[in-house]
């Protein structure tokens, strides 16, 4: 079956000077990223802040080129960014932006901004339209008239998706869509979203640095370390039995009273993007790590046994661990 979207071998390169006078440095912030989405269903995509999350979004939907590597929508090829069928294309796929009070314009009414995406792609874009969109979202229809700073921090949000479901796109690229909102509003918000995907059979791209929001939305997850996706699979198998060391550490910080074992503590910092390590970016920080992993990147494969893709030399079996993770 063909996927909704599918992404390969994505790399996105950034050059940025070292000081004044510095020469410039090229800094790979997305590493060859491949991942597929089928209609109806959410993948999520998790790693710590700057691992590349939010740029393999941006991407997805055409908002940046990629440098390497294509990105495939509906079976056919994303159209130039900027042009006439790419602009016809983006009512197909939307995003949810983070901060919601700065994804809206605090000058205009809710209603007039729910309106906007309608009228820059033709549709009819009246005031019963506007409203039948905040009712789907739990808006009322008089706070239309209600500007962004008069509404809570999950209103303002649920505006925002009623102006990316305006157009009945068929994907939604959330990019940490509740990590700007209350713990209490964050669960109202992805039951929304469930909803609202059931309803529609919208399929999401859900980025979070949150593994258990990240396990309540989705149908497979893929992890992110400095630009590469180093695990994916099912939920239940990557979140309650992760593979790859770095999945483990992240996983280990969730508080669990019925995990065993310790937390994971990495030992030094990330390393810098713009003297990437040779072969497996994460061997510098990894318990695990053998003298091949200093050598040579592996490769996002199949694992023997259970299937789910993984880049680890040590959980493919392909080399064997020196110590125990701590």
């Known amino acids: 079956m063909t996927p909704l979207l599918e992404a390969r071998e994505l790399v996105r390169r950034y050059s940025m000077r070292r000081g004044m006078l510095g020469r410039p440095v090229e800094v790979r912030a997305v590493n060859g990223v491949t991942l597929r989405l089928e209609a109806g269903r959410t993948l999520g995509l998790v790693g710590e802040s700057g691992c590349g999350k939010s740029t393999t979004g941006r991407m997805v939907l055409g908002l940046e080129a990629p440098d390497e590597g ?70 009322r229809p008089d706070q239309a008239e209600r500007y962004p700073h008069e509404l809570s921090g999950g209103q303002r949000q649920r505006a925002v998706l009623a102006r990316a479901l305006a157009t009945d796109p068929v994907l939604l690229v959330c990019d940490e869509p509740i990590s700007a909102l209350d713990v209490s509003i964050q669960a109202q918000v992805m039951n929304l979203l469930v909803e609202l995907q059931q309803q529609r059979g919208i399929a999401l791209l859900f980025i979070s640095h949150d593994l258990r929001a990240v396990r309540q939305m989705s149908h497979r997850v893929a992890v992110m370390y400095l ?81 789910r893709l993984v880049a680890c030399h040590v959980a493919q079996g392909e080399a064997a661990p020196m110590r125990k993770a701590a």
């Open 70 to 139: 294509d990105v495939q929508f509906e079976g056919a090829p994303m159209p130039p960014p900027g042009s006439l069928p790419w602009r016809r294309q983006r009512a197909r796929m939307q995003m949810v932006y983070q901060d919601p009070l700065g994804a809206l314009d605090r000058r205009l009414p809710i209603g007039v901004q729910v309106a906007e995406p309608l009228q820059i792609h033709g549709l009819p874009a009246d005031a019963t339209r506007v409203h039948a969109l905040l009712r789907q979202v739990g808006l």
């Open 227 to 307: 630009g590469r996706i180093v695990e994916e699979g099912e939920p239940d198998a990557v979140l309650h039995d992760p593979a790859h060391p770095y999945a483990q550490a992240l996983v280990s910080a969730i508080p669990d009273p019925t995990r065993r074992g310790n937390r994971i503590v990495l030992q030094g910092d990330p390393p810098n993007p713009a003297a990437r390590p040779s072969g497996c970016a994460f061997h510098p920080r990894c318990p695990l790590a053998v003298s091949l992993c200093a050598r040579q990147a592996p490769a996002l494969k199949p694992r023997p046994g259970d299937g």
